[in-house]
């Protein structure tokens, strides 16, 4: 067998199986099972590729939000009536954010115990800012509840300057979300109010995240 | 011993003290080479100061750091195709003394991530994707073609130039957007407080959202848009500039807070949406 | 756990997230998507060399397979059928954009595509030099139509008569084109080699 009629037959080879005359050939010939070997080696290599490459974290967050668009997620009641807001095919777009607040939440507690409290007396000061609302109802700014306030406290210890920074960040999304909720109350069924919750939900997550990353050492 | 070499001694002392403290604060230039193939991944942490992400010509990282006090050090990790650094901040550090300036060239397919609370931010002529993260960072973005773009900020403003091909997903609470020529499949903006410009074509068949809760929406468009428009502010004003075809929406058309309609082939869809504040659909 | 009882946990887990995901549970969409997600999003960018493309592709995948999720019996391996309907994803994507998927001709090797032995040259062999990161470079420079037909017989695994059907070629082009693929890698990593052995 020639070289020529090798290279002819090769591209119906698969793998290692040759025939006789084929064996004989490449213990021959150093050019055609070099060839042959860098061929394998390339076959080889290439199946390891397969799973190699890992698509990015938020894609799943994309495939989520079409699925519950789409009705094929048809998670529990409960967790709409725990929450006490039915809010139509909507209910859990904006558990996720409210999840993640939660988890920061959680988070928090644990790393206060290290931190001294402030006095019952700037406490009080801390969250004795009232709603301030507008003659047209929108929600220029809202009050921080408890936790949010030791979340600055947190903040506030390892990075002072940028405590007013989230303080005044939070009241704006703390109104955000209070404008979207009434909003979704009034209308249940009106999907930009529903988008404008889970914006809003949004918002509040980056904040607490952007908070903790600050705030832990 | 008596008193004058006492003296003197601690006069030494003081002075070499000082002059050791000088030369600490002084500031240090570091740089960084790393070989990377394609689709690298480049992450930079910088609490204070600012980074600068650049193309490179070969298939190289090259990071160049200035740090402006010995209170803060650079860590890096370099695994494969993977390369972060990240500015360490000592004992006493402070938004000055912790202040690091960077300089990173990639290769262009790289993906890169920044995070810096003051910034500013600026990545240039890239086509990988780009996650940018600041707190009040000035946030900087042009000329990339064909990665994801995500941006998330607080207060700091955020101008994306000539961006295209990707998604683009923007998260800011009271910063201002800017975009100026950008398109894809996707532009979401997604702001509390800040106002949101677009200037644009709203082409490439994509699906643009700009929501904000106060903050004002100006879109500037083409009178060749080809867009399927959607337009509505709760508490506050909106205007349009386009005569635009009606279609069936379920959206209440009121004089003054909301238009719905399309142009040309309605190739891409269009929503401009403010709780609070003004919409203005102007024609370029 | 040794890696049978663990790949028996998966299976059994996988199994269990098939019959949740068909009464539409989220947790069991999760399973099955971070089961599989990497092997789906490979091939969507190693077909597309680009990350934007191949999330999209890779999204329409899953979104496909979640939505007929309640019509799997069982015939088949389950990432079987997902890898199917992937692949179908991608060669519609590559359609629709007009791309070239195959070359159409036939199978005949020509003088200048024919390897050249050339004496007293020393020939190096690849094996036990190549790594995966120079045959991903490669594999971006080959022409799209041996790109394809490479990716799915050596990197996924399918057979010719399966490639054939899946791009509308025949058995023996499949084969050709595997094999010109092949070869023209063999020539760009040698290249490469070259090129970085005269570099200073």
């Given at each position: ?88 095919r909507w209910r859990l777009a904006w558990l996720k954010p409210v999840t993640i607040a939660l988890v920061v939440g959680a988070a928090l507690l644990l790393e206060l115990q290290r931190i001294p409290r402030e006095t019952p007396v700037a406490q009080q000061a801390a969250t004795s800012v009232p709603v301030i609302g507008t003659a047209d109802g929108v929600s220029q700014g809202s009050a921080i509840d408890a936790d949010q306030v030791q ?67 | ?12 002392v003081v002075a070499v003290l000082f002059a050791g403290t000088v030369v600490a604060t002084a500031e240090t230039r570091k740089e960084f080479h790393f070989k990377v193939h394609r689709r690298a991944s480049v992450s930079v942490a910088n609490q204070f100061g600012p980074i600068w992400v650049k193309p490179s010509s070969g298939e190289e990282v090259v990071v160049t750091a200035v740090l402006h006090s010995d209170k803060v050090e650079v ?210 | ?132 990161l120079q045959l991903e470079q490669a594999i971006d420079d080959l022409p799209p139509g041996y790109r394809m037909v490479f990716l799915l017989h050596d990197v996924e695994g399918y057979e010719h008569n399966e490639i054939a059907e899946m791009v509308g070629c025949s058995i023996g082009n499949s084969k050709s084109q595997l094999h010109k693929a092949r070869m023209k890698l063999r020539e760009l990593l040698k290249t490469s080699r070259a ?6």
């Amino acid at each position: 067998m020639t070289c020529e009629e090798f290279g002819r037959v090769l591209p119906e080879l698969e793998g290692d199986h040759h025939n006789i005359e084929q064996e004989e050939h490449l213990k021959t010939c150093s050019f055609c099972s070099g060839l042959v070997s860098d061929l394998n080696a390339i076959s080889a290599q290439a199946r390891l590729l397969a799973e190699d490459q890992e698509p990015s974290p938020r894609l799943w967050n994309s495939i989520a939000i079409a699925l519950r668009q789409e009705g094929l997620i048809r998670d529990p009641q409960a967790s709409a009536r725990l929450l006490g807001l039915r809010l139509g095919r909507w209910r859990l777009a904006w558990l996720k954010p409210v999840t993640i607040a939660l988890v920061v939440g959680a988070a928090l507690l644990l790393e206060l115990q290290r931190i001294p409290r402030e006095t019952p007396v700037a406490q009080q000061a801390a969250t004795s800012v009232p709603v301030i609302g507008t003659a047209d109802g929108v929600s220029q700014g809202s009050a921080i509840d408890a936790d949010q306030v030791q979340l600055l406290n947190l903040v506030g210890s390892r990075a002072p300057a940028m405590r007013a920074g989230y303080e005044s960040d939070l009241r704006a999304v703390n109104a955000y979300i209070r404008d979207a909720e009434t909003s979704v109350r009034n209308n249940p069924n009106d999907a930009i109010a529903q988008q404008y919750l889970m914006n809003a939900y949004e918002q509040r997550a980056m904040v607490y995240e952007m908070a903790m990353n600050r705030a832990l050492p | 011993m008596s008193m004058e070499p006492r003296e003197t001694v601690a006069k030494l002392v003081v002075a070499v003290l000082f002059a050791g403290t000088v030369v600490a604060t002084a500031e240090t230039r570091k740089e960084f080479h790393f070989k990377v193939h394609r689709r690298a991944s480049v992450s930079v942490a910088n609490q204070f100061g600012p980074i600068w992400v650049k193309p490179s010509s070969g298939e190289e990282v090259v990071v160049t750091a200035v740090l402006h006090s010995d209170k803060v050090e650079v860590d890096h990790t370099y695994s494969l195709n993977r390369v972060s650094i990240t500015s360490h901040l000592l004992s006493g550090a402070d938004a000055e003394s912790g202040r690091v300036e960077y300089q990173v060239l990639v290769p262009a397919d790289a993906n890169v991530t920044l995070h810096s609370a003051t910034g500013p931010l600026r990545a240039e002529r890239l086509h990988g994707d780009v996650i940018l993260e600041g707190n009040t960072a000035n946030v900087d973005v042009r000329d990339l073609v064909g990665g994801h773009v995500h941006i998330k900020t607080l207060d700091g403003p955020v101008t994306l130039t000539n961006v295209s091909d990707g998604h683009v997903e923007i998260t800011s609470v009271g910063g201002d957007v800017a975009l100026n020529s950008v398109n894809g499949p996707l532009v979401h903006v997604n702001s509390t407080s800040g106002r949101i410009v677009y200037d644009g074509d709203f082409g490439g068949g994509g699906e643009y959202s700009l929501m904000t809760h106060t903050g004002d929406i100006e879109a500037t468009a083409p009178s060749y848009a080809s867009i399927d428009v959607m337009a509505s502010s709760t508490q506050g004003k909106v205007e349009n500039d386009f005569p635009l075809q009606p279609t069936h929406t379920s959206l209440a058309a009121k004089a003054g807070s909301a238009f719905a309609g399309t142009m040309g082939k309605a190739a891409s869809s269009v929503r401009l949406l403010s709780f609070s504040g003004k919409i203005h659909l102007k024609k370029r | 756990m040794t890696d049978a009882r663990k790949s028996q946990g998966d299976r059994l887990s996988e199994a269990e997230a098939i019959e949740r995901a068909k009464q539409g549970h989220e947790e069991a969409f999760e399973v099955l998507y971070h089961l599989h997600k990497r092997r789906v999003y490979s091939l969507c960018l190693r077909m597309t060399a680009n990350t934007a493309a191949a999330e999209d592709l890779t999204q329409e995948a899953f979104l496909q397979l979640f939505r007929k999720i309640g019509t799997f019996r069982g015939e088949s391996a389950f990432s079987t059928w997902l890898h199917r309907m992937a692949v179908n994803v991608v060669l519609m994507q590559l359609r629709k954009k007009g791309l070239p998927l195959v070359s159409l001709e036939e199978t005949m090797e020509t003088e200048e595509e024919s390897p050249k032995k050339e004496p007293g040259a020393e020939d190096v062999r690849l094996a036990g030099s190549l790594n995966r990161l120079q045959l991903e470079q490669a594999i971006d420079d080959l022409p799209p139509g041996y790109r394809m037909v490479f990716l799915l017989h050596d990197v996924e695994g399918y057979e010719h008569n399966e490639i054939a059907e899946m791009v509308g070629c025949s058995i023996g082009n499949s084969k050709s084109q595997l094999h010109k693929a092949r070869m023209k890698l063999r020539e760009l990593l040698k290249t490469s080699r070259a090129e970085k052995a005269t570099q200073p």
